[in-house]
Every structure is written in C-alpha cells, then in structure tokens.
C-alpha cells in the first residue's frame, strides 16, 4: 500500500510527457479562468493565459496576466488579510521542475521555481471581507512575480474537489 502511495506521489512530482498533456481542457479562455474564479482581471492586463486541467480528483484553473508593478498591487491589495503581507519563497523548487496541471503547459515558468520579486499570499471567498473577496468563486493562491521592473506577472491557481464547470 505505501509502495502504491508513493509511486502516485512520485508521478504528481515528477509527470511523465503523457501527464503534461493530459486532461487539459481546449477552450479554457482568460476571460473563462476569470469568470470562474471571480477574479476581475485589469483591463490593463497583457499576456493573459489561461488554462483547466480536470482529472478524478480534483480540477485546476489557471490564470495568468502582467501589469505594471502599481496595478498588481492595487489589483492584490483587497485580496489579502487586513495587517498581513505577502510571503516570499524562501523554498524554491530546482530550476526546470514542472507538474502536470501546471503553468508550464501555458508556456510560463513554475512560480514556484522563482524567487527574486516573488510574492505568494492566498484568499477563499469572503476571507477579507472586501467586495473583490466576496466576489470569489473558489479558493486561489496568487503568486505575483516582479520579473522586470515595473512589471508584474500574476499567477492564480484555483483548484477544487467538485467538478468545475467547463469553458463553452
């Protein structure tokens, strides 16, 4: 049993080419990602990507956008706990690491895999008690990463237990 437990854990780390592509729905748009989530991404936001990877247990959104520095903050600011920050990633993961429901299938680095300008904080509906928390749909962990100066790519990862509903 724990050879079996281990040998799943090994192949979420670790996909195989065959995981990287699996189960990654066509018509995830940004536009979609953002509906779903209850984000309301920036009319300023460029380089938006999006993506929906369902398997047997679990599905996951992915949304992705860069602003300038200024607007991810404010876009980030009603997101957070009242009297917290956001976290660095005093953790990475080694350079090249990817996952199956991943950021790598849109063409972007893992976020976990950065360090320098990275900011990690996470938000479920409701949980600060703004109009943008109350507006959520699932639970999200943002990452922000300041990849140039001024210049801000914003990462979102939602996932649930429940079946998501599909682009159309």
Not at 16 to 38: H, L, N
Not at 92 to 113: I, Q
Not at 144 to 154: C, D, L, N, V, W
């Amino acid at each position: 049993m724990l050879g079996t437990v281990l040998m799943v854990m090994y192949g979420l780390r670790y996909p195989g080419a065959d995981q990287k592509e699996c189960c990654w729905e066509q018509d995830a748009t940004p536009e979609w990602a953002a509906s779903v989530t209850g984000l309301r991404v920036p009319d300023t936001a460029v380089d938006r990507r999006a993506g929906l990877h369902s398997n047997m247990q679990y599905d996951v959104v992915l949304l992705a956008f860069t602003v300038r520095t200024e607007e991810a903050d404010k876009f980030l600011e009603p997101l957070r706990r009242q009297g917290t920050q956001m976290a660095r990633n005093r953790h990475p993961e080694a350079p090249g690491y990817t996952r199956g429901d991943g950021f790598s299938h849109l063409g972007l680095p893992e976020p976990e895999t950065l360090v320098d300008g990275m900011r990690i904080t996470s938000v479920c509906p409701g949980e600060t008690k703004t109009p943008e928390s109350g507006a959520l749909r699932l639970c999200a962990k943002i990452q922000a990463h300041e990849f140039q100066p001024g210049t801000t790519r914003i990462y979102v990862r939602a996932d649930s237990d429940a079946t998501i509903e599909k682009p159309a």
